[in-house]
């Protein structure tokens, strides 16, 4: 089959890569640098008040500031498209790095090629590295940080600890999503350290305690000075009771059924997806669902919607491949463990213990997830854009699926890549429509203000 001749070449993987900056390229020319979240406001009030809010101040003020303060310069410079084309680089630059680490951490050409294409094609991974948000900046820090843990595991020196160190602070810095992994970093330097000198390990892990604390705890030092607490929500000073409609009892924890979404892509009330974290992890995963996220929204008035229903369709099987994936990852860590002493510094140790941090804190992220929704009954907390931040070990798990049906199933594996090749083309017709309606009635009507009202206009609505 010539599909799998064309993944299963090395320069295949900068052909994707290079697809996907061109790709990543004309959505920031047409995408609005805002979605819901007003992260612009702090950035205004930096300009204003020459320093960063308290968390009292803003909604969004409960964020740390590394973000804002790389933005700022963009901003004063050119406005919210300019602190866009900031989001447009680290998205480029995160999507290189990614490239890179599959590279470090699979062997397969065939399947790290083909498990590429999730982290290059995937919606809602491409348009929030490019929002002005701080995921933007979470989604290269998170594939900076597994970077960092799989050189330090391949070379376990000090030059390696002091950078992954760094790299955990300034993602704590960014987004407190990263809170888990500081204390899952410290671990497995200890592990690493455990069996040579005492003094050694307590000075190594001092030291690079010293540079997590450093670097990355200012926000909790502005909160307890400020509020006499480390962490603060913002839904606990500014409550949004429009959201509070999530719980319909224990249904909304087992609904999954996706047809609801293929017949109807896009949340709304009607929708019974609102009420089943299944559905929502799922929609927001593959396609847009939430409507009004960005305008980019021809598919949301007019019946181009139904290219969504495509992609809940595509998306089944290698759904299915991440959840082999997961279920495999979740045995090898108890593999890990009961041959804990027998296998304990060797090589394939070293790679299990790579793997098994992946997955913990990646299932640490999705419970952080359903910690939120249970305590606010808040819909929003299940758009897997709270994931970005661990989308390597998303793609690790597509990975082992497409391993497994190659050993097992090797007349799958070509329907796997089929399936695949197919989603990314979707995703290619998907953006390239959005955009040129974008550009066509810019083009002929100026206002961009005017885009939304002529593409209602047209569709009588």
């Not at 007003?38 to 008040?49: A, G, I, N, Q, R």
């Not at 490239?99 to 991974?125: C, H, M, P, Q």
Request: charged share 10%.
């Amino acid at each position: 089959m010539k599909i799998l001749n064309f993944f299963n070449r090395e320069s295949s993987l900068m052909t994707i890569l290079w697809t996907g900056i061109v790709l990543r390229v004309l959505i920031f020319i047409v995408m609005n640098p805002q979605n819901p979240d007003p992260h612009h406001e702090v950035l205004e009030f930096m300009v204003k008040s020459n320093r960063l809010p308290f968390s009292n101040e803003l909604f969004l003020a409960c964020h740390p500031p590394l973000y804002y303060l790389l933005a700022l310069p963009f901003y004063i410079l050119g406005g919210l498209k300019c602190v866009e084309f900031f989001g447009l680089i680290t998205s480029c630059i995160n999507l290189w790095l990614m490239s890179k680490l599959l590279k470090l951490t699979i062997e397969d050409v065939l399947i790290r090629n083909v498990s590429f294409l999730l982290a290059t094609f995937l919606g809602t991974y491409v348009i929030y590295s490019l929002f002005v948000s701080n995921d933007t900046l979470s989604v290269l820090m998170g594939t900076w940080f597994f970077y960092n843990l799989a050189k330090y595991l391949k070379n376990q020196e000090l030059k390696y600890e002091i950078i992954l160190s760094l790299s955990a602070g300034l993602s704590l810095l960014t987004k407190l999503t990263f809170l888990p992994f500081i204390p899952v970093t410290l671990v497995v330097m200890f592990l690493v350290r455990v069996r040579g000198s005492f003094i050694k390990m307590f000075y190594t892990m001092a030291l690079c305690g010293t540079i997590i604390v450093v670097t990355g705890t200012y926000k909790q030092y502005q909160n307890y000075r400020s509020q006499h607490q480390f962490f603060i929500h913002n839904l606990d000073i500014f409550p949004l009771p429009s959201n509070s409609i999530f719980y319909q009892g224990p249904k909304s924890w087992y609904d999954v059924n996706i047809f609801t979404l293929i017949k109807d892509p896009n949340l709304s009330s009607r929708n019974p997806s609102i009420h089943s974290a299944p559905l929502l992890m799922y929609g927001t995963f593959w396609y847009k669902h939430i409507y009004f996220e960005n305008n980019l929204t021809f598919g949301n008035y007019s019946g181009f919607r139904y290219i969504g229903s495509l992609f809940f369709i595509v998306g089944i099987l290698p759904t299915l491949l991440i959840l082999i994936g997961l279920a495999l990852m979740i045995r090898q860590i108890f593999v890990l463990l009961f041959t804990w002493f027998k296998n304990f510094g060797t090589e394939m140790f070293w790679q299990n213990l790579f793997k098994t941090t992946c997955i913990i804190l990646l299932l640490g992220s999705v419970g952080t997830m359903f910690t939120g929704i249970i305590k606010y009954n808040d819909w929003a907390f299940m758009h897997v854009r709270l994931l970005v931040h661990v989308f390597y070990p998303i793609v690790l798990l597509l990975a082992t699926g497409l391993s497994f049906v190659k050993a097992h199933l090797p007349k799958l594996l070509q329907y796997a890549v089929l399936n695949l090749t197919i989603f990314a083309g979707l995703t290619i017709v998907y953006f390239s429509v959005e955009s040129g309606v974008l550009l066509w009635n810019y083009l002929n009507y100026g206002n961009k203000d005017e885009i939304q009202w002529y593409v209602n206009r047209s569709l009588g609505l």
